[in-house]
Structures are given as C-alpha cells and as structure tokens.
C-alpha cells in the first residue's frame, strides 16, 4: 500500500525545480533559483505540502494495514491475533480423535473434500437439516457414509470458549483435514485462513459435483475441472485414500457385474478379487468395510499408488487412474516411485483445493453451532 502511494504521490511532492514545467507554467529562471538556493519558495509549491502530509500519514498507514488486514482474501496469520492458539486447539483434538480410532483422521479429510466440492468450502456439509435447509449429509455420497462431525463439534466448542464468534466452522475443518494427514504420517502445509460459513447447504450440488466410486476417468477430470482442479491435483488427492475404508456397496460391481454382462472387472487382480468377494457378497453386507490400501492401512504414504499398478486398486475411480489415461498413468507411476514428490503436490493441491470459492469479508457468518445458522429455531 506505501509503495502505491508513492507512485500516486510522486509527481505532487517533487520540487519544482525536478518537476516537469506545465505547458502554461514558465520554469524558473536562473535567478530566481539562485535567489533561493537552499529553500523552497512554499508559496509556488503547493505540492510541498502533499510532500509533508505523506511523510506524516506514513507511521498512520503502517499502524492501520496491521491492525486491520485485509479480511477478503485467505492467509496463514488471518486469527493470529484474534484466536492465537487456534492450531493447537485443533491439532490437540484431531490427535485425541485420531487416537480413540485411527479412522477417523480419513473420514476428517474425506469430510472437508466432500465439503469443497459442493459449494466450496463454506462448512455447509455440517449443517444438520431443519428451518428450511436440507442436509448435504442425506446425499447420496455421505448418507451412511460420512462421519467425524462429532469431532468438529467438539473442536468447535474448544475454539469457541477460547475465541467466541471469531473462528468459522470451514477453518476448522481445514485444519482438520490437514492436521490428520500429518498425524497419519503425511505431509505437513500452511493452511490459509479466513473463511466464512455459509448460510445454506446444497443436497443436489452433493449429488452431483462429488465424484462416484465408479467415475469414468472423464467424469472425474470434468469434475475436477468444474473445481479449477487439474490432472495432477486428480491424481495427488485421490492419494488420500492410501489411509481410511470403503463400503462393499462402493466396489461391489467390480466384483460381479462391472459393466453390466455378469462379468467382473477384469483389471482388478484376482486374486485380491476373491479376497474382497468373501466380505462382500452379491447381495447383503452393504455396510462391510475395507481397507483403501490394504498394505499400510493407517499410513500415509505412496503404497496406493503401488497397489494401483499391480491392479490392487480397491475402487474403480482408483484402477482407472492408471488404466485410461496416459498422463494420469504417469502421475501414479511417479507418485509410485517417489514418495516425496507425492508428499509435495498433494500439499500443493490440498491448499488448491482449499481455495475453492471460500466465503470470505462479509459474505456468510461465522456460526456459533457449526451444525446450524445462527439465526435458526431448531
């Protein structure tokens, strides 16, 4: 902001000896510089006191932009002031969470991308319906599905008796997503602040932007892509489900009936297929759950992309990665093979992500209930 105002004020504060002459101004003769070597005639040079009052206002303008930052765009340091143990608030209660069950820091992650992809990430997947909202949590992607608003619920109840009104439910469950991951062994990143809650949910948004387990690849590249999400970012989030489990409901039809003709999929290895069809019949055992990389269940590492490679994918929009697209094959080879490449896009997109349509200046609220408007009688 002073550098702005520097340019803007530049041609007003120059002495008029350096000032470039109107075209109806004479310049000063030599005389009259010489009249007055060492001082400016401040009657010929108005400009002198936009000169002063710049160089007064300066300490005014600092002391203004850090005390109020701007509040419309997402930062790091955005509660550094007003809720400065926030982190560890969250990082606490995501590790006694994870701690009582290590699924949950999957089931976390997976509530804050499918938050993003409906709305952006604006907490309305934890609005509980009634007073006019309808639940995303019916939706066919979460109904019986997801899970973990208990933990925000306390972790929001945490935050509110240390920083009432300040902190919004998105926040919260972004720091969340970010704090399982490292806590599961995943990668660390600065998580930009500054959130605001919405004012209503979207059920057929839920439906409808969330990709299915059983995608095509060009469904989910045009879903991500609806979401300023990219190929990388396709392949390097859809690592997260190296941690966390899936329904027998979700993969069932690679088992017995892939596309339609009684056949099973055929680029699933057969040997892990008979190992998944003993827990998940053709018909009952919805609900039975299994390992997304049944190598290193509760680590977050590369094996997804390895088990992906010999065909160990658990569902479909996982095996295709590597199976339909070129450039999509690659990225799960180089993800394969190097771990650390892995960690660091899938940072780079988590905060990509993150960025989706954020609710941001005066826009929505930070609710006080992140299950409800503040304004709701139910």
């Known amino acids: 902001m002073v550098l702005l105002l520097i340019i803007i004020y530049t041609p007003l504060w120059l002495p ?27 009657e010929r040079s108005p400009s002198f006191f936009f000169f002063f009052f710049f160089l007064c206002s300066v300490p005014c303008l600092l002391t203004f932009c850090s005390a109020h930052p701007v509040e419309n765009y997402l930062y790091p340091q955005f509660y550094e002031k007003s809720c400065p143990h926030l982190q560890e608030i969250v990082k606490a209660a995501v590790a006694r969470a994870v701690a009582r069950e290590t699924r949950m820091a999957a089931s976390l992650l997976r509530l804050h991308f499918h938050d993003c992809f409906v709305k952006g990430c604006d907490a ?3 609005l509980d319906g009634g007073d006019g909202i309808i639940t995303e ?21 945490e935050v509110e008796k240390a920083c009432p009104e300040v902190v919004s439910c998105a926040d919260i469950l ?25 004012l209503g949910a979207s059920l057929s948004g839920s439906n409808y932007n969330i990709p299915a387990p059983n995608s095509t690849i060009q469904t989910l590249i045009t879903k991500f892509k609806l979401k300023g999400l990219d190929l990388v970012d396709l392949v390097s989030l ?102 650390e490449k892995f960690f ?25 209930n992140c299950r409800r408007l503040n304004h709701a009688h139910y």
């Not at 310049?27 to 009249?35: A, G, I, L, N």
């Not at 949590?137 to 109840?157: C, L, M, Q, T, Y």
């Not at 660091?344 to 006080?368: C, D, V, W």
């Open 137 to 157: 949590k019916i939706s066919n992607p979460n109904r019986n599905s997801a899970r973990g608003f208990e933990v925000i619920d306390e972790i929001k109840a």
């Open 344 to 368: 660091e896009q899938f940072a780079k997109s988590m905060i990509k992500m993150g960025n989706i349509t954020p609710l941001t200046g005066s826009l929505g609220e930070i609710r006080k």
């Open 16 to 42: 008029p000896s350096f000032a470039p002459p109107k075209e109806t101004e004479v310049p000063f003769t030599r005389t009259e510089v010489s009249q007055t070597p060492k001082k400016l005639n401040m």
């Open 238 to 339: 859809s690592g997260s489900h190296t941690i966390g489990f899936s329904r027998c409901t979700s993969f069932r039809q690679r088992l017995y009936n892939q596309s339609g003709n009684g056949e099973p999929d055929y680029t699933l290895d057969q040997g892990y297929a008979a190992h998944l069809r003993s827990g998940c019949p053709k018909s009952g055992g919805d609900n039975n759950l299994f390992p997304l990389d049944f190598v290193t269940v509760a680590k977050f590492d590369n094996f997804y992309f390895k088990n992906i490679i010999e065909k160990k994918g658990l569902l479909s929009s996982d095996e295709i990665l590597f199976t339909q697209n070129k450039e999509t094959m690659g990225l799960v080879e180089l993800y394969a093979e190097n771990n």
């Open 174 to 198: 972004t720091l969340a997503a970010r704090d399982s991951t490292v806590i599961s062994g995943g990668p660390y990143w600065e998580v930009p602040l500054g959130r605001r809650d919405s």
């Open 124 to 126: 309305s997947i934890l």
